[in-house]
């Protein structure tokens, strides 16, 4: 139970009760049964815990009037595909879902490379000031985007970015969290490594490249998840800065249209919500092996 | 030691500038300017939905090239329940458009940062009596006309017509009494269905307050008057209709959704403008009826609304933003929004358009009330009195607390 | 706690012959250059800007005039201010044990399934893709009287409260609905944490006789109890500033029972438009964050163990 075992890759699997139950006595027969209930009762329990997406799945195929059906159904009167059809011309929806894509494309790209870069120098690097400085990235990661906002709309404003799509990307791809998850990370890395590479003749640009981020990619994948949700769902920054909204608006944005003044569209707006989904779910499935192993690694724990 | 010295350097840096951001202007004039070629782009600002409805924006911008060819209009719309904050943060941040579009709800907040357009229309001979007097008026603040309207319309009362006949209740006609509405709502409430659906706005609901007992909530001069006698005595009636009488569905989080219970079927009768009558009508499964709001102690009265556009005060070509606005307040742009159903024009002779494609018995509705009808005079914080209405009026619905209580909690935090 | 020290194994026989590093400053300035010039662009410098607004009254349109500390002293006198913050303390006070004791519990049952955990994983991390303006628009729905709820209750012969329009249940339904929408994250914690922990410990203890919960309490919990205070700080630090779900789903209401520090903010700053007001409620939020964050981090001597 030292700090290694913290901190090495190796995933040492949870102990299993189940694995001495395969076969045998009574006993363990009735503990398997019992954790197949168990198991029955997880799935369960993640079935009530995805109701309300499959709820709005369901509203989603309902005609307008059938939303607000007392008592409120699953099914309306019909089941109408073509409201998926009609969400993505009711307004360019496709549109808002690829200017999402970039502006959370980019700004993953970003944050990976700027974190990875510093968190570098603050783990594997020594330099004076170096505990005080991160110690002010830190701090940063208490401030509120609210309260950011409206010196930011401001400082766009000098900048000429409003309504731009660097001003939807930049401001928030330098935030502290990623130069923290990689740190610690690093700092996990055992000096031996860095010191064989070292003799090789190798500087600090290849140590990071060839021995650095190539054991990161675990904890590179979880930052880029995060990420690129944080990006995908923010709502407050591109309602203040975007104007232009049916060219370069995003998808939050873009769902908030579906209420005007002359009526709201729930069954479209969650047949929109339900499409917008699709690109984070993507990325989810497709990194899903990294998300905890990403975690782990990065030793959170051994401060 | 790179990090520490950048800070203090922009913390000096940082603080001279912005001492400076109040006077200082940014680089290139946002809202219009003119090439070298002598044509003018004007920025309009404007609310809108779907890709329908800014079709029929973009064709109005359109036309305003048509009839002036050296003016080009660039529009930009955004969500309706966002548009305020929208415009409010870039006239914050200096970057406001030209052609702004408001409603006369939002006139008191906003007036400050427009230009009256008085002076321009003298200038240009504008002939303003082929407008509607109250759509003029709704736009008017201190005697100076700060927007023309292209919008303007009465609170009327929808009922939904196939339910009123399965009920066997006759149709209310102008001229029906709180009594006889009463009487309707409570024939229509059975089998969960309700017959009335109401939301604390700062319009339809003013507006029943008004048609109830005369009650105002602001007075001609722009003062919250929330907590008078006349407007407790009608605000407990309102919400008596829910937690009393139980012929309204319950009140609960911050959405207006009194219209899509009605479009729902799940109410019989709600209050709204004509800016989404058509709408309405073309959604709705069952046919869709208008009658005045009906009458209390004070007589026929209801609230009228309405939108227009105006100019910025920071607007660099005010001689083409007036023309722009003109076009888009001309009988072509306002027939085409008659048509459509997205507006009730507020210029007399495109109201023939709007009528075409409105409910049976809509025109006499219409009249009716827009005789009665007075602009609803908002004070200059409306947007935070019409947050607060329907964030804390809430209680009164349900009876948690006492609708006199609310009032004063409102005019003490939005009054004065 | 911030030195990497405790990490690094000692030097091992090729000790002699490793080149005692000098500073690495130039190399450093390189690596933080793109951080720390981002940083100082889009964070401290909008920063120092928000605390000069906030020593002025600063409407919108109309003149602006150097208030000194009038903006904070308003606020600390304002009844209304401070049940905002009362609020946002009891949402925060409701949220966390929740968010953690069910990212918790579900980590620890996850674990105990030898396939699928994978995808219950997953399964379970869904609330947090779907964008939150969309799941306050269904929970709406849900939570709406005659909605899904109450139509569950109802053949039940219960009637269901009104969720979103009564006092007394406002907050609570906030709290449950950010509670599904945020535990996702915690709960990829957590189960990371315990795939740590080597099937050793696990052996040993069962072997002794030690109940599944004396083993979770005297074991696991330990054992995990880092990554636990990782997640409880960085969830108290997002709890503090709610704002989606009050902002979508009661807009502060009803009365002022769900009306949070950075939706006042919100308001302060773009519905009465007086930014030098918004700007010290912010400092504020700040303030109460780093105390809270600092108290944590003082406390973690007590319940936290590096070492097991």
Redesign the interface.
Known sequence: MTPEAMTTAARPAAAHPRRRARSGPPGRRRHRLRHTLSALLLWATALLFLSPILYAAAVSLKP????????PTLVGSEIRWENYVEAL????FLRFIANSLAVAGAGTVIVLTVSSLAAYAFARLRW??RA??FL?FLSTLMVPQEVLV?PL??EM??L?W?DSYQALVLPFAFTAFGTFLLRQFFLGIPAELEDAARIDGAGHARIFGSVMLPLARPTLAVLAVFTFITFWNSFLWP??IT????EKGVVP?GL???????????HLVMAAALVSMVPTVILVLLLRRHLVSGIATAGLGGR | ????T??RR??AA??A???G??ACS???P?GGRTDSAGRTTVSW?M????????TSWERAAATVTEEHPEIGVEL???????YF??I????????APCVLSMQSLRLGT?E??MLPLDDLIAEHGLDLSAFDTTGLEALQSQGRQMALPYDNGPILMLYNRDALAAAEVPEPQAGWTIDEFEETIRALTSG??FGYSAFPTGDTMLAMLLSFNGATAVTEDRRLTLDTPEMIEAFSWYTSLVHELGVA???????D?A???F????AAMTPTGP??IL??NA???FEVGLVPLPVGTHGPATLSAGSGFGIAASCPVIEEAFLAVTSLTGPAVLEALAAEG?AFPSRTAPQSAWYANAPEGSEAALSAALETATPLVTTD?W??VA?GI???C??A??G??SPGDVLALLQD?FGG | MLSPAPRRRPPGPGAGARPRRRTD?VAA?AF??PA?LGL?AFT??PL??SV??SLWHWP???E?EFAGLANYTDLLTSR?FGRVLLNTIVYTVLYIPLNIGVSLGLALWISTMGRGKQTLRVLFFLPVVTPIVAQVLVW?LI????GVIAGLLAPLGIDAP??????SWAMASMVVMSVWQGFGYNMLIFSAALDQIPSSVHDAASVDGVSPFQRLRAVTLPMISPMMFFATTMTLITSFQVFAQPYL????????AT?TLVLFLY?EG????S?GSAAAVGWFLFALILLVTIVQFLGQKRWVHYDS
Request: charged content about 15%; glycine content about 10%.
């Open positions: 307008a009037s059938d939303v607000f059906d007392i008592p011309t009711y307004l360019p004076p000031l005080a400085v002010l409206i709309f401001i404003q000098l000429g409003v309602l203040v104007h232009s909204i049916y944005v908030a249209l579906f209420f005007s003044q002359q009526g709201s569209q729930w | 030691m790179p990090a520490p950048l800070s922009s913390l940082a603080t500038a912005v001492t951001l109040a940014p680089q290139s946002p600002t609310w809108s939905g779907g890709t329908e409805e800014r930009q719309t955004t969500a309706f329940q966002d904050t929208n409010g943060t870039r006239i914050a941040g200096d970057a906003f400050e940062a969960g269905r569905p319950e009140i609960s989080g911050n959405t959704v219209l899509d219970q479009l729902a079927g799940n800016w989404a709408n309405v959604q709705a499964a997205r914080n947007s935070q947050d329907a964030q804390y809430g209680q619905f349900n948690e607390k935090e | 400053s300035a933080t250059s720390v100082t401290l410098f120092v800007m000069v607004v919108a349109f109309g602006r209304h709406r939570y709406q009287p005659n009104n969720f979103l329009g009564d006092s789903l009661t807009g502060g209401g009803p009365g002022n009306e308001r773009f519905s009465a438009f930014l």
